[in-house]
């Protein structure tokens, strides 16, 4: 039996989280610990700084990266304390040191008092995975409220370019820059017209980054996956229905487990892995091969 076999697939039960969402609330729960995957020390003694690592693939790529040999910042929202304590277990576990810290990355002084906080208590800073995303589907653009419109760009864009400002103070030639974008930044999506937006700019960001510092060897890539099971999106509208066959329409007819994500995040990590790889957008669609 695969790996794939073995992951949960539709339908699930039928449920909807109130946002942000913990991932302890949702049946299954994600799987995000990788079991068949094989460690080899790729990021023996950095130290990475992964917005959104409470749950979901945030989660999945601090507990994979902890595991290939890296401490770990974790930024995550107050509100979902007890999901970072679970992930901070879980890096803990894997033998390597877990910073939590609580805030909301829309706000620019925040990003830089995480990247601050960070080199303070880690000793450095060579990996930034921009994560922490928002998203709440809306049937036409005249629904969208103007406060939704902002915390959406605020929250997915913005703060991607604030927390890799600060970083470059402290990044190195060999150090990398991830970006999460998405399928529906490169095919859009109906209901999630500014959700999408903000993924596209996501993946002309990453771009763009990367040639400005590609002189320094700074690498600066994406992963844009399609769907993914995390409390993202029961909690964004769906309804249970929707929630239950979520993934369903994928050639693979389910969604990916963050456990699925998490590697390509340590392949776009390893300066041995991919040293000459800089401004991709790589896209993990279980099977989709229309995107773009």
């Not at 007890?82 to 890096?91: C, H, K, L, M, V």
């Not at 894997?94 to 002084?109: E, F, K, N, P, Q």
């Not at 960070?118 to 000793?123: A, F, H, K, Q, Y």
């Not at 922490?132 to 406060?147: G, M, T, V, W």
Request: proline residues 7%; hydrophobic residues 35%; aromatic residues 6%.
């Amino acid at each position: 039996m695969t790996v794939s076999d073995r992951q949960p697939k539709p339908p699930f039960p039928e449920q909807t989280l109130e946002k942000p969402g913990l991932e302890s609330d949702l049946e299954p729960r994600p799987r995000y610990r990788a079991r068949a995957y094989k460690p080899a020390g790729k990021l023996e003694d950095r130290t990475a700084l992964v917005t959104g690592g409470d749950s979901g693939i945030g989660r999945a790529v601090a507990v994979i990266f902890a595991r290939e040999g890296a401490d770990v910042a974790i930024v995550y929202l107050p509100e979902e304390q007890s999901d970072a304590e679970e992930t901070g277990r879980a890096i803990e576990k894997a033998g390597r040191r877990a910073l939590l810290i609580a805030g909301d990355v829309t706000s620019a002084s925040f990003c830089r008092e995480a990247v601050e906080e960070t080199v303070r208590e880690l000793g450095g800073l060579d990996i930034l995975v921009n994560n922490a995303a928002f998203q709440n589907r809306q049937k036409s653009l005249e629904e969208i409220p103007d406060e939704q419109l902002e915390h959406t760009f605020r929250t997915n864009i913005f703060a991607y370019f604030h927390l890799a400002k600060a970083a470059l103070a402290h990044l190195g030639p060999g150090s990398a820059i991830i970006n999460t974008g998405s399928i529906t930044g490169l095919e859009g999506n109906k209901e999630l017209i500014d959700y999408s937006a903000t993924k596209g700019a996501i993946h002309a960001f990453t771009k763009s980054l990367a040639q400005n510092l590609v002189e320094r060897q700074i690498r600066v890539n994406c992963v844009a996956p399609g769907p993914v099971w995390t409390p993202l999106n029961p909690s964004d509208n769906k309804t249970p229905e929707e929630v239950a066959t979520f993934g369903s329409d994928t050639p693979m007819k389910r969604p990916a487990q963050p456990e699925e994500i998490a590697p390509a995040f340590v392949f776009f990590a390893s300066d041995a892995d991919s040293s000459y790889i800089t401004g991709e957008v790589l896209t993990l669609l279980g099977g989709e091969t229309a995107a773009g």
